[in-house]
């Protein structure tokens, strides 16, 4: 075994592939960009070597420096986790070339299985079933459409060289064709250097089902299939082993097509075998059809880990370090079923786009496994993955572990950026997927209630005032028990704006009235029981769903701040009296205008002395919160 790796990449697969190292009694070395220099990979290793700033060209995609690296802290293998340098073959040669061992296939099997088109015209070879399709040499566009009238529609306009569901596109009908290729073939020449394509059936009730399989170069075996067919824009969201409806005879057929495949390549490490499926009448050994292989280790590996039991990072280890497979065919089996989750740093209402943030609190429960490689105090920056952590859970039977599922979402507690956690909590709970139901559409038909921006109740709101009014768990402080405490706060969400008034009662006890409803907070063997916390002039409430809100203070917003010149109203509500004209003068503190809002009447008061201006009011009207009311100016 070797007694020191680098692992060349970041976030929770660098802190994933360190945990296994360290199991094993295998040093670890982390490399980082400068937007990583605090990450929680570079914490974890037992060393740590600086490639260059956070662009991944000058940093993650620096084979050189990595390799570098390796050979400056006697560093024996390199792991290449996902992504990044893991499934590039000159990466691989150099890294071999410089006496080094890459965790992963030799650089020929990737390179066969690195083109969709080459890949998919090996595995006819093989044996192994293929969507159906054109997957030959000849770009031409009007030859290319002839040969989607030949497959007929719906087909699939595919780069070879694409990943991550990038330059792909369904086409539904032949007039749409070669709008959709050209966009197709521009998206993989920005995104791949390649710009030539494939054109395939697009199979109808498509699921993803994928084969994990491990070879030692010689052998193979397979660690059974995933069902991702949960997916945005062609990304996995939840992935599950087994596969929902799966039998026998269907597994033991895609299990075969798999193994034959890697063995096709000579294939050594961890692999996967993507198949896409005809969904539309049950599995059947005949439905199912080779799309591409991942030659490396893939996000949703967890699952399995899960119900095999297998540790695949420790296998990589031992496959790399020359020992034979670590398990035969026969002694692997499968043991209940698993889910996991990608928490993302994402806008789901605005259509899934990336964001960035700083993580101000982050917390998950302690039952579910947990991959990240963030934690409190990190920001999401815009320079990689805005995945925050992965949610695995196990148990007996799928039922049951949809319930775990559900149940470590729920209690998974994340603010600072926005996430797809309201999401992924609406999606455990979706009718067809609770029934096993899936295909690669059923996010996108049920895209309103899933993706709908969900409004907080009154009970969110109250306990978002009560946490951004300070109550902590200590008694109220500051209040006089004779006379109720009152105060407002103003939340805003983007542009929803409420505002909250709070009548303290008693040191344990207080009303929160959010317009016509009326929360009673009570303080309970020393907690308030708010589920919420206050992060940089913002708060978070962990309810239903997690809700952000800027906190405005309403009577800052007035103007009676002192020496203010305007006085805005702090809340939405009718003008019961105007006690000022143009021309007078006043002093700090006279009554300016009384509101009532909320069954309350208020009264803003001159911020300080001068002459009235401006008026904008009159008795009865409505206002918004943050009209302009009265406006002062200095006495001439
Ligand atoms: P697949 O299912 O084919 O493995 P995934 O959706 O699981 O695809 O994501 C793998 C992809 O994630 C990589 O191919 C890459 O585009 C992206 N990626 C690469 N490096 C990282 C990283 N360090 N952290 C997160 N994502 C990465
Ligand atoms: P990538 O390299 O981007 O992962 P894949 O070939 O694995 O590309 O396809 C990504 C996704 O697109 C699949 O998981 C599946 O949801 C969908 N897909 C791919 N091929 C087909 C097809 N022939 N019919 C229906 N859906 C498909
Ligand atoms: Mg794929």
Known sequence: MFSKILIANRGEIACRVIQTARAMGVRTVAVYSDADAQALHVAMADEAVRLGPAPVADSYLRGDLIIQAALDTGAQAIHPGYGFLSENPDFVADVEEAGLTFIGPSADAIRAMGLKDAAKALMEKAGVPVVPGYHGANQDAAFLAGKADEIGYPVLIKAVAGGGGKGMRLVERAPDFLENLASAQAEARTAFGNADVLIEKYVQSPRHIEVQVFGDGKDAVHLFERDCSLQRRHQKVIEEAPAPGMTDDVRKAMGDAAVTAAKAIGYAGAGTIEFIVDGS?????????????????????????????????????????????????????????????????????????????????????????????VSAGDEISPWYDPMIAKVTV???????????????????????????????????????????????????????????????????????????????????????????????????????????????????????????????????????????????????????????????????????????????????????????????????????????????????????????????????????????????????
């Open 281 to 373: 009448d049950g599995l059947r050994a005949d439905g199912f059809w080779f799309m591409e292989m991942n030659t490396r280790l893939q996000v949703e590996h967890p699952v399995t880990e899960a119900i095999t039991g297998v540790d695949l990072v420790e296998w990589q280890l031992r496959v790399a370090a020359g020992e034979p497979l670590p398990a035969r065919q026969e002694d692997l089996a499968i043991n209940g079923h698993a889910f996991e989750a990608r928490l993302y740093a994402e806008d789901v209402p605005a259509g899934f786009l990336p964001a960035t943030g700083m993580i101000d609190h982050l917390s998950f429960p302690p039952d579910a496994r947990i991959d990240s490689g």
């Open 394 to 636: 196990h148990g007996p039977d799928r039922a049951r572990a949809l319930q775990s599922l559900s149940a470590a979402l729920d209690a998974t507690q994340v603010a600072g950026t926005v996430t797809n956690l309201g999401f992924l909590r609406r999606l455990a709970r979706a009718a067809d997927f609770v029934s096993g139901d899936v295909d690669t559409g059923l996010i996108a038909r049920h895209s309103e209630t899933l993706c709908a921006k969900p409004s907080p109740t009154p009970h969110d709101l109250a306990v978002a005032a009560a946490t951004a009014a300070q109550f902590g768990d200590e008694p109220l402080t500051g209040f006089t028990l004779w006379q109720p405490l009152q105060r407002w706060i103003a939340l805003r969400d983007g542009d929803d704006e409420t505002v909250a008034f709070l009548t303290v009662q008693s040191a344990t006890d207080c009303v929160v009235q959010i317009e016509d409803a009326a929360v009673r907070l009570h303080r309970r063997a020393g907690h308030w029981g708010l589920h919420a916390i206050l992060h940089g002039g913002h708060v978070t409430v962990f309810g239903s769903e997690n809700f952000t809100f800027e906190i405005v203070d309403p009577l800052a917003r007035a103007g009676t701040a002192m020496g203010g010149d305007t006085v805005l109203a702090p809340m939405p509500g009718l003008v019961r009296a105007v006690a000022i004209a143009v021309g007078q003068t006043v002093a700090e503190g006279d009554r300016l205008v009384v509101l009532e809002a909320m069954k309350m009447e208020h009264v803003l008061r001159a911020p300080r002395a001068g002459v009235i201006a401006d008026v904008t009011v009159a008795t009865g009207d409505q206002v918004t919160a943050g009209a302009l009311m009265v406006r002062l100016e200095d006495e001439t």
